[in-house]
């Protein structure tokens, strides 16, 4: 069952038109630097000043971009529809009705769309890499401390960044989830998991909030620049990835209790 529901999720026309889209970001963002320069006002996401410096500062910057906004969106669409889009065409209640248990259906589906996710901000670190490659010069990596790292610790750094920013989207994986099983649209369950993913990241810019703010889905997204330090400071990190596993456990057994007791066949 696994094995099938990573091909369908993996062949599915959407999702692949969602892995393009999230490939051509960073050869955009690419394409715009080389033509038009960085400029000269300052801001930007971290390490835009930097970007035609190293390859590795365009796969960062396209991380800082995509993370706010663009992937929780896409992941959003795909967890969304990973339930919901099954009980709207009909087929769920022929795979309810099969051998495998509705918990193991939710584990399934859940660790599908993880693998998604990574496979995603994978693809935004290859598509960075071979276009900064091919649009800027390979010049020293200077990280946050000041230090200049090797080519090749740059890419293992770079990895470890995508990989960070992948596990933070488990949150919104869970969230689609479990908005799945509360409902046939897939579009709804989508618009849900986004919805509240972009709630909490403006509650994270509220003062008044600084005690809630530690438990929002949003408030360590930007941690993964800390790896980009030397020494690395792994504290903000440690956190996003435990906050990220919490939101996950917690909206994946919500959604494993809902389905377990929803009517499918009748």
Do not use: C
């Not at 999720?9 to 393009?20: S, Y």
């Not at 006002?41 to 410096?53: E, K, R, S």
């Not at 993880?114 to 091919?134: E, H, Q, W």
């Amino acid at each position: 069952m696994f094995a099938e529901e990573l091909r369908r999720t993996f062949t599915r026309p959407r999702n692949l038109v969602i892995l393009g889209l999230i490939g051509l970001v960073p050869i955009l963002l690419g394409v715009v630097v080389k033509t038009l320069g960085v400029g000269h006002g300052g801001g930007g996401p971290p390490f835009f000043g930097q970007i035609t410096d190293n390859p590795v500062f365009l796969v960062l910057v396209a991380l800082s971009t995509m993370q706010t906004f663009l992937l929780p969106l896409l992941i959003g669409l795909v967890a969304g529809d990973s339930v919901a889009g099954e009980a709207s065409s009909g087929s769920l209640r022929y795979l309810v009705a099969a051998p495998a248990g509705r918990v193991r259906i939710i584990a399934i589906k859940t660790l599908v769309v993880m693998l998604f996710t990574l496979a995603a901000v994978l693809t935004i670190a290859l598509t960075g890499g071979i276009t900064g490659s091919l649009l800027f010069h390979v010049g020293k990596i200077v990280t946050l401390s000041g230090s200049v790292v090797s080519n090749a610790r740059g890419v293992v750094l770079t990895i470890e960044a995508a990989l960070t920013v992948g596990v933070s989207m488990f949150s919104v994986v869970g969230l689609g989830l479990f908005v799945s099983t509360l409902t046939d649209t897939p579009a709804a369950a989508s618009a849900v998991a986004v919805g509240v993913a972009i709630i909490t990241e403006i509650l994270g810019g509220i003062p008044q909030l600084i005690h809630v703010q530690p438990i929002l889905l949003s408030t360590y997204w930007s941690s993964f620049t800390d790896l980009m330090r030397t020494p690395q400071v792994w504290h903000g990190v440690g956190r996003d990835v435990l906050e990220s596993f919490g939101w996950l456990a917690v909206t994946v057994i919500a959604g494993a209790v809902n389905f377990a007791k929803k009517d499918l066949l009748s």
